[in-house]
Antibody
Framework: QVQLVQSGAEVKKPGASVKVSCKAS????????ISWVRQAPGQGLEWLGW????????NYAQKFQGRVTVTTDTSMSTAYMELRGLRSDDRAVYYC??????????????WGQGTLVTVSS | DIQMTQSPSSLSASVGDRVTITCRAS??????LNWYQQKPGKAPNLLIY???GLQSGVPSRFSGSGSGTDFSLTINSLQPEDSATYYC?????????FGQGTKLEIK
């Protein structure tokens, strides 16, 4: 069965960077993309960016351009999201999700369990 | 960015009821609209893709409709396990924005 398993919770200081991993199993990793979505405490969902696991093409939300980098290691079937210059308002649960893209639709059909990133001095 | 607005923000209904949640996009998104269900402490779960496609494993009491800018999620015969927050998401153009969520409480 399809599974996305993320790395554990992180506590970082303001200005630091965090790198969250997302290990995929149960499907051909290179056949799908991976999107990253975050959720601040008690808030809604916010899309950060996407990467094609086939060719490494990326697409980032303008809000995070220059601060976020999404990569993959196809040999490990793992995706990574690095966020730099952490601020207190970056405190959130970060999710990876498998991006299913077809001619007629584009959706996030499997999700990781989430990784809590806390930013505190 | 395309803004997604859901209504209502919250609602309360009884087991067996039919409820409808609406989602409006700030510009036409064709049929690139998805619905997710999220329970407390859990990751979102895909319910509906491409406006009306029912994700595998999702009960048939969930259905979606709409096109252009106006969309809806309908839940027929509400069950206790449907208590959750529901989010719409447009996948027409990046950034793929979400609605603010609708919290559904079962009386």
């Amino acid at each position: 069965q399809v599974q996305l398993v993320q790395s554990g919770a992180e506590v970082k200081k303001p200005g630091a960077s965090v790198k969250v991993s997302c290990k995929a199993s149960g499907y051909t990793f290179s056949s799908y993309g991976i999107s990253w979505v975050r959720q601040a405490p008690g808030q809604g969902l916010e899309w950060l960016g996407w990467i094609s696991a086939d060719n490494g093409k990326t697409n980032y939300a303008q809000k995070f351009q220059g601060r976020v980098t999404v990569t993959t290691d196809t040999s490990m079937s793992t995706a990574y999201m690095e966020l730099r210059g952490l601020r207190s308002d970056d405190r959130a649960v970060y999710y990876c999700a498998r991006a299913l893209t077809t001619v007629t639709h584009d959706c996030l059909d499997y999700w990781g369990q989430g990784t809590l990133v806390t930013v505190s001095s | 960015d395309i803004q997604m607005t859901q209504s209502p923000s919250s609602l309360s209904a009884s087991v067996g009821d039919r409820v409808t949640i609406t989602c409006r996009a700030s510009q036409s998104i064709s049929s690139y609209l998805n619905w997710y269900q999220q329970k407390p402490g859990k990751a979102p779960n895909l319910l509906i893709y491409g406006t009306s496609g029912l994700q595998s494993g999702v009960p048939s009491r969930f259905s979606g409709s709409g096109s252009g800018t106006d969309f809806s999620l309908t839940i027929n015969s509400l069950q206790p396990e449907d208590s959750a927050t529901y989010y719409c998401q447009q996948s027409y153009s990046t950034p793929y924005t979400f609605g603010q969520g609708t919290k559904l409480e079962i009386k």
